[in-house]
């Protein structure tokens, strides 16, 4: 992608939870930096769950200034949560078009997949640094979920962003348009 907000990716795992049951984390990533956007936790996988990070994804870049506009196309996979014609309405009322991958095709939303799997590895396993002990509870979760998607979009260095962060790239985007030169700073 050539500039953030033009394509977010969406997808959401499961957790296992100290308690035997699952718990789920759902990812809103920008494609430009890979930045998270939007994450939420929660202990359904309803609609409403992966509503959630998209809300919190528009209102992210509304702060920043940057607001989603009603072009960004949104991609996950053809799962029940993101095919409901009440998620449909909310990707337009947060400025998203609507973008589905095929029936169990995995490829077409690699960059999610990715991402998901540095999560799984990195943050929620025993022994991560994110976690402050067994995931006992969903604000466990959501306490080490927010550690890690901090690091990750703050201090990770991203070798096609040019050793930068997700942040920092974004940043150095919105820099060069500010001063009136070309974004490309790959």
């Given at each position: 992608?050539?500039?953030?907000?033009q394509?977010?990716?969406?997808?959401?795992t499961?957790?296992?939870?100290?308690?035997?049951?699952?718990?789920?984390?759902?990812?809103?990533?920008?494609a430009?930096?890979?930045?998270?956007?939007?994450w939420?936790?929660?202990?359904?996988?309803?609609?409403?769950?992966?509503?959630?990070?998209?809300?919190?994804?528009?209102?992210c870049?509304?702060r920043?200034?940057?607001p989603l506009?009603?072009?960004?196309?949104?991609?996950?996979?053809?799962?029940?949560?993101?095919?409901?014609?009440r998620?449909?309405?909310s990707?337009?009322l947060?400025?998203m078009?609507?973008?589905?991958?095929?029936?169990?095709?995995a490829?077409d939303?690699?960059?999610?997949?990715?991402?998901?799997?540095?999560?799984?590895?990195?943050c929620?396993?025993?022994?991560s640094?994110?976690?402050?002990?067994?995931?006992?509870?969903?604000?466990?979760?959501?306490?080490a979920?927010?550690?890690?998607?901090h690091?990750y979009?703050?201090?990770?260095l991203?070798?096609?962003?040019?050793?930068?962060?997700?942040?920092e790239?974004?940043?150095?985007?919105?820099?060069?348009?500010?001063?009136?030169?070309?974004a490309?700073?790959?």
């Open positions: 992608m050539g500039a953030p907000n394509l977010v990716v969406a997808d959401f499961h957790v296992p939870m100290a308690t035997t049951s699952f718990a789920y984390t759902a990812f809103v990533i920008d430009y930096a890979d930045r998270i956007v939007g939420e936790c929660s202990t359904s996988k309803q609609t409403a769950f992966v509503e959630s990070a998209i809300r919190q994804a528009a209102a870049r509304s920043q200034g940057t506009e009603g072009s960004t196309i949104h991609h996950s996979d053809a799962g029940s949560q993101y095919t409901s014609v998620f449909g309405e990707l337009l947060a400025g078009i609507p973008s589905v991958g095929s029936v169990g095709d490829y939303n690699a960059l999610a997949e990715t991402i998901i799997g540095l999560y799984k590895t990195e929620t396993p025993t022994g640094p994110f976690r402050n002990g067994p995931l006992h509870r969903l604000s466990d979760l959501e306490e979920t927010a550690a890690w998607v690091w979009n703050n201090h990770r991203m070798h096609r962003l040019g050793r930068r962060p997700p942040v790239y974004e940043a150095l985007y919105h820099a060069k348009l500010r001063d009136g030169q070309p490309d700073h790959t």
